[in-house]
DNA sequence: CAGGAACGAGAGCAGTGCTCTTGACAGCGA
DNA sequence: TCGCTGTCAAGAGCACTGCTCTCGTTCCTG
């Protein structure tokens, strides 16, 4: 979960304890004004040290806005596990109403945290292998909930998918351990697509004119894909 | 479609331009490194003059993003239109389809424009109220497309939808001239999420490890979108 | 043709990420 | 306990950014 260890040395609780703090200045400058706006100096200020010490710390901007990101996809991860955990296993609806409103609300939550790891990347960054990991824990989560739908036989029968678009799938099965039916694939990631598509779009405005109740919209929409992936509802 | 009356003074000519060519250097830079890393300099730079001189067409940096995002709006609203008139009034499916891959195509071949408006914005940027206008185009053509359907009679029967989620939409119902019902807004939004979603997820690469041939799959998901809201395919 | 508006050039301010050097200190082995 | 080694904070400095102000010049118009 956390580091490595508890430290030892004072030296290295020192350094434990600097690198927390310069990631939750990091944190609250984010969470003021953006991911984009994080700036070492800055960080610097408020922790009452000089700009060239941060470097002792991390090498680099992108680094620290790495490290943002990972603990972005995990916070993520954990409310998503929690939702999921929450509901009576075989309530395969309820727990997908709870996941999708744990996303949701995350987001609404966190807006720069979504957007530093939903929306476009900072200017010249480029997401290193370190974030794939806890970036797909959601999806796993999600696609649990389809496979354990599907073993439990409550999701009604598969259809017919275009050979193109079931060979397509061809790496996305390669993860899953038993064999899912495409159409089944295809539903859960249509539904993905717009539990997550919902939340960018609505933390981006695109509703701001048009929705007076999200959420009681957004309930409406999570139970709408859930029947749509063939969860009785 | 352009700007005023035809330039008239040789003034008036130059600065026509000039503003053209600091958009186009700007959209260059833009296409190259990401709206954000655009920089006023580097403009007046590319075109040999001092970055002082910048400020007399456009008063700061974030006038030039609005006008960028202006026109992106409206490069997309073009190509849908486009792709929407490329098929007969009565091929609700085919319209739907075409608008469907209008969207991607555009935002596979202008990704950072595409980030630009559906992304997160650029640092400390607020879209002012000019950009809502051609915001909203695209999505007006698919309700447009919708409604247009209901109307020629092939929507199967509506179905009942929650009271709140009714009484949530009463802003979208007085955009639209017709009265529609509910779970056919419904259908409609959800249709639109799903398409604007998945090419920003696309664009995130959020397909990467999982879609093989993501034009293909695409093209799946746009027509199971048709047949939910549904049109018939 | 004279006045005023528009314009390009340049200097300058405050801020950024990042590098390099300097001097101080902690932790370790002898 | 002494001295070496690696770590650390501090500061100066480079190249860059958005933006402002002033200065002449150039163009358009009354």
Redesign the interface.
Known sequence: MTDTALPRTARERARAEITAEILASARRQMAA??A??ISLRAVARDLGMVSSAVYRYFPSRDDLLTRLIIEAYDALGDAVDAADASRPREDFVGRWMAVSHAIRDWGLAHP?EW?LI???????YAAPDDT?GPGTRASVTMTRLLVEALMAGVLPPAEE??R??S??????KA?IPVPVPDSYL?AG??AR??I???V??E??G?FN??????H??F???AR??AR?MGFAG
């Open positions: 004004e953006g984009a706006a720069h957007a939903y929306g476009s990347p900072v200017p010249g794939i998918v275009p193109k678009v060979r397509s799938m061809r790496s996305l993860f295809v990631l249509m697509t717009q997550f598509g919902h960018t779009l933390l981006d695109q004119a048009t929705i007076d109740d999200p009681a919209y309930d409406h929409v709408m894909s749509q």
